[in-house]
């Protein structure tokens, strides 16, 4: 059977990179992609590991060969997400990850449609902006410009499948592990409305 693939977006901050490292322990075999960014790296940041880090030639030449499941530009650099590697683990029946933004998951939409695409919304918008200054990674500026981005991917979490609101690590792990499984916590099929842990009211899908 090919493997199961998730797509995780959700605005920077909310946590996707906590939740992610914690299915990786929970899910054998489990294929969390590595995307390549021309970006340099961050203090701390190992190369193959948080990024494949590429000169923008190369990223070019690799976007020009089709070797881009999607791709997108963001604060002057450019993110995608390699195509060969994902192929060959759907494959061979690993459960994939992709961790992007929602212009990457719109094309992944495209072009995988059966991908299950899952939207992770912090508690409130505060909690967003507590945890971009928390994370101490960006300028005042650079923080109030991911907030501008922010509003905008809200605005699209009507899109996804699932919108896992990340209040408590634990349970919104156990709500991906389920997706992963191929079912919802109640035992739904991904897609089916009114999944337990899950906030799919209209109520939520204002900028929080």
């Known amino acids: 059977m090919p493997g199961r693939v998730l797509v995780i977006a959700g605005p920077g ?19 969390v992609s590595v995307s390549v960014t021309t970006r340099a790296p961050r203090p701390g940041e190992v190369d193959g590991v948080a990024y494949h880090f590429l000169t923008p030639a190369q990223f ?18 450019c993110y995608g997400t390699p195509r060969q590697p994902v192929v060959d683990a759907v494959a061979v029946g690993r459960p994939v990850i992709l961790e992007i933004d929602l212009q990457g998951a719109r094309q992944v939409r495209a072009t995988m449609p059966e991908a299950v695409q899952v939207f992770i919304a912090p508690p409130s918008w505060d909690v967003l902006r507590e945890r971009l200054i928390g ?26 499948d699932r919108v896992i609101v990340n209040d408590e690590v634990d ?16 035992g739904a099929r991904p897609g089916d409305p009114g999944t337990p842990g899950v906030d799919d009211s209209e109520e939520a899908k204002t900028p929080r």
């Open 13 to 31: 901050g909310v946590g996707k990179g906590t939740l992610v490292q914690a299915l990786a322990g929970r899910v054998p075999g489990l294929f």
């Open 60 to 77: 070019d030449r690799l976007a020009a060969a089709g070797g881009l499941l999607e791709w997108a530009r963001f604060a002057g650099a």
């Open 135 to 160: 994370r101490g990674t960006d300028s005042p500026e650079r923080i109030e410009a991911r907030l501008a981005v922010a509003r905008t991917e809200l605005a699209a979490r009507g899109e996804f």
């Open 171 to 186: 349970r919104a792990v156990n709500d991906l592990v389920e997706l992963i499984n191929g079912r919802s916590a109640d």
